[in-house]
Every structure is written in C-alpha cells, then in structure tokens.
C-alpha cells in the first residue's frame, strides 16, 4: 500500500509541471478569440505573427506572394486590445503613436478605422488587397480567413 501511495504522489509530483510546461509552450494566439480576415484578391492563405504584425505597424505593405494590402482597424474594444496583444504587442496608445509618427513623416497613411466587426468585413469584402481582424464569432461571409503562423 505505501509503495502504491508513493508512486501516486511521485506521478502527481511529475505530471503537473509537465501539463503546465505543456500548457505555456502552446502558441497564446492558439485560443485567439480574433480573426484576421483578407479580401478575396490577396493571393495568401496565411500569414506569419510577425508579417502580420509588420503590415499592422506599417513596416510592411505587402503579404506573401507579393499582393499588395492595406491594415483596417477596429476604433476600440476587446478585439482591437486582443489583436494588438497577441499580433503587435503593443497598447493602442504605442500603436497608434507609432502610426501618428509615420504619418507626421509622410511616409504612411492611417489606415481606415471602423465601430465594428460587421464595417469591417463589409469594407474587406469590397476592397481590393484589405486585411483586417475581427471577432472570431463574428460572420465573415464574402472575405477569407488568414491563418496565422
């Protein structure tokens, strides 16, 4: 009996830093309640976190396989604070700082920003090379689906 107790408590003792070990190296954007949503005309499928992240900053305006895209932004919000979060990995007074300094410098514009999901996939939808994010239980009929690597 004791040698059957020592071995329960030693497999305990094992097992819990190995599933929080286990749950730590899952990719955080694995559980993402976001979605990055595409217009039909860009060639990509996919996108890397730190692609996405470049054309979101604007140190990028173009996706793999050279389709040229444009960022929209939600104005605010859980989705918008999630996207920035998991994606860019800045607050939204960095990031748009950032996108204010690019502006004052001439070399971007602001990307489009919009009060909700629903704007968001409507203007995806009908414009060219348009990348943007929403909610994961939002309906994204008429854009695709970009995974994000």
Excluded: C
Aim: aromatic fraction near 8%.
């Amino acid at each position: 009996m004791k040698t059957s107790l020592r071995l329960s408590v030693l497999l305990r003792a094992l097992l819990f830093p190995l599933a929080t070990l286990l749950l730590l190296a899952t990719p955080q954007h694995a559980h993402a309640q976001v979605v990055v949503i595409a217009n039909n005309s860009v060639s990509a499928n996919e996108i890397s976190r730190y692609d996405l992240r470049d054309l979101f900053t604007g140190a990028a305006s173009s996706v793999k396989g050279g389709t040229n895209v444009s960022p929209v932004l939600l104005k605010g919000g859980p989705t918008h604070e999630e996207f920035l979060n998991l994606y860019v990995g800045k607050s939204d007074a960095a990031f748009r700082a950032g996108w204010r300094s690019l502006l004052f410098s001439g070399q971007s514009t602001m990307p489009r920003t919009f009060d909700s999901d629903a704007e968001i996939v409507e203007y995806v939808a009908r414009t060219h090379g348009a990348v943007g994010y929403i909610s994961r239980s939002s309906s994204h009929t008429g854009v695709k689906t970009l995974v994000v690597k």
